[in-house]
């Protein structure tokens, strides 16, 4: 036998170890969700339609459509149009503030959608028990150990911690500070899937290492050949660094407005203004506080429309995760998640 032919059998079976201990790891996340890999496609406003979502299940992953401030109808169609696509599981993204969040549950329980994530706090009273009771499992976000505990007791079914590395809407904590918190605690009682920051495979494998049943990326898929955004807003994502995704600053603490990390540009800094004029109807009684919440989350729907659809880079909104200093090129879905899958087996080969 050559002498290549003796290093190449060992680095095989190195490789099969770490494939079959990732395969182990990933097993409760894989059979909860009904997916080849427990990695879920982040829900990304404008980003997360039919072509992404599809593609990423169609690839193994777990797709995951953005309902964000879509009405019924339009989450009806888009349900009905991921569906002409895949015929693998997907799941539906519903805020917990969206005025008509009863009747999008209507539409996912219509569709027979499996998987409902909720994200934006607590859900009102009755929302996780009628989810449940159309035969959907749930997914809930949570930012800390006690809501964590507070949605296992609701019922909630899975779990995602994300921390402030995540594009979009964020909390105050990274993520591998909330890993450490939340999954010796949680993790042997629910399944639980991490989020904010992942951009390879070597950090899923920390993850799972840790308690996780999978991850969440949504910065990564940006720039899949299936992503309908813009080619100026994939550009601008392959330039990026970490540095460049910032979180937006909250003008007046009288508005508790959710910061939202992005890439900066000039939209950033409209948003500081956007902030002041709120505030400003809001203490000459203009509007009511759930109004003013209200406007800046249409502001930010607006934003970043601009940005995704129509190139606008400078004055529409840049949503990006600290990761897109990953994102090197445009590619397809399936060679993306390859690419995090053999990261993370080789990382886990190489444990022994």
């Given at each position: 036998?050559?002498?290549?032919?003796?290093?190449?059998?060992?680095?095989?079976?190195?490789?099969?170890?770490?494939?079959?201990?990732?395969?182990?790891?990933?097993?409760?996340?894989?059979?909860?969700?009904?997916?080849?890999?427990?990695?879920?496609?982040?829900?990304?406003?404008?980003i997360s339609e039919r072509h992404l979502v599809s593609a990423i299940s169609n690839a193994g992953g777990f797709g995951v459509i953005a309902c964000g401030a879509m009405g019924p109808e339009l989450l009806d169609t888009e349900i009905a149009e991921t569906k002409k696509r895949t015929t693998k599981t997907f799941g539906v993204n519903l805020i917990t503030m969206h005025p008509q969040l009863s009747e999008l549950i209507d539409v996912c329980a219509n569709h027979r959608v499996?998987?409902?994530?909720?994200?934006?706090?607590?859900?009102?009273?009755?929302?996780?028990?009628?989810?449940?009771?159309?035969?959907?499992?749930?997914?809930?976000?949570?930012?800390?150990?006690?809501?964590?505990?507070?949605?296992?007791?609701?019922?909630?079914?899975?779990?995602?911690?994300?921390?402030?590395?995540?594009?979009?809407?964020?909390?105050?904590?990274?993520?591998?500070?909330?890993?450490?918190?939340?999954?010796?605690?949680?993790?042997?009682?629910?399944?639980?899937?991490?989020?904010?920051?992942?951009?390879?495979?070597?950090?899923?494998?920390?993850?799972?290492?840790?308690?996780?049943?999978?991850?969440?990326?949504?910065?990564?898929?940006?720039?899949?050949?299936?992503?309908?955004?813009?080619?100026?807003?994939?550009?601008?994502?392959?330039?990026?660094?970490?540095?460049?995704?910032?979180?937006?600053?909250?003008?007046?603490?009288?508005?508790?407005?959710?910061?939202?990390?992005?890439?900066?540009?000039?939209?950033?800094?409209?948003?500081?203004?956007?902030?002041?004029?709120?505030?400003?109807?809001?203490?000459?009684?203009?509007?009511?506080?759930?109004?003013?919440?209200?406007?800046?989350?249409?502001?930010?729907?607006?934003?970043?429309?601009?940005?995704?659809?129509?190139?606008?880079?400078?004055?529409?909104?840049?949503?990006?995760?600290?990761?897109?200093?990953?994102?090197?090129?445009?590619?397809?879905?399936?060679?993306?998640?390859?690419?995090?899958?053999?990261?993370?087996?080789?990382?886990?080969?190489?444990?022994?």
């Amino acid at each position: 036998m050559s002498g290549e032919g003796m290093i190449a059998e060992p680095r095989q079976i190195h490789g099969d170890a770490g494939m079959l201990r990732l395969k182990q790891l990933m097993h409760r996340g894989t059979e909860f969700l009904g997916a080849e890999w427990a990695i879920l496609g982040g829900a990304m406003s404008w980003i997360s339609e039919r072509h992404l979502v599809s593609a990423i299940s169609n690839a193994g992953g777990f797709g995951v459509i953005a309902c964000g401030a879509m009405g019924p109808e339009l989450l009806d169609t888009e349900i009905a149009e991921t569906k002409k696509r895949t015929t693998k599981t997907f799941g539906v993204n519903l805020i917990t503030m969206h005025p008509q969040l009863s009747e999008l549950i209507d539409v996912c329980a219509n569709h027979r959608v499996t998987h409902v994530v909720l994200a934006g706090g607590l859900p009102p009273g009755g929302a996780i028990d009628r989810i449940k009771g159309n035969g959907a499992k749930l997914i809930a976000f949570t930012p800390a150990l006690a809501l964590a505990m507070k949605l296992m007791r609701s019922g909630a079914d899975a779990l995602v911690i994300e921390g402030m590395e995540a594009g979009g809407h964020i909390g105050p904590v990274s993520t591998s500070v909330l890993a450490q918190e939340i999954l010796p605690h949680v993790s042997h009682d629910i399944p639980v899937f991490v989020a904010g920051g992942i951009g390879r495979g070597e950090a899923i494998a920390a993850y799972l290492e840790m308690g996780a049943v999978g991850v969440q990326l949504g910065t990564r898929f940006v720039c899949a050949t299936e992503c309908i955004a813009h080619a100026n807003f994939k550009k601008a994502f392959i330039r990026a660094s970490a540095r460049d995704a910032i979180p937006s600053v909250q003008i007046d603490p009288r508005l508790p407005v959710i910061p939202v990390r992005a890439l900066k540009n000039r939209e950033m800094e409209a948003f500081a203004a956007k902030q002041r004029e709120v505030a400003q109807r809001l203490d000459e009684g203009g509007i009511e506080m759930a109004e003013a919440q209200l406007q800046i989350e249409h502001y930010w729907a607006g934003a970043l429309r601009r940005a995704v659809i129509d190139g606008d880079v400078e004055s529409g909104s840049m949503m990006a995760g600290q990761s897109v200093g990953m994102v090197k090129r445009e590619e397809p879905v399936a060679d993306i998640l390859a690419e995090l899958v053999d990261e993370a087996a080789t990382a886990l080969g190489s444990r022994g």
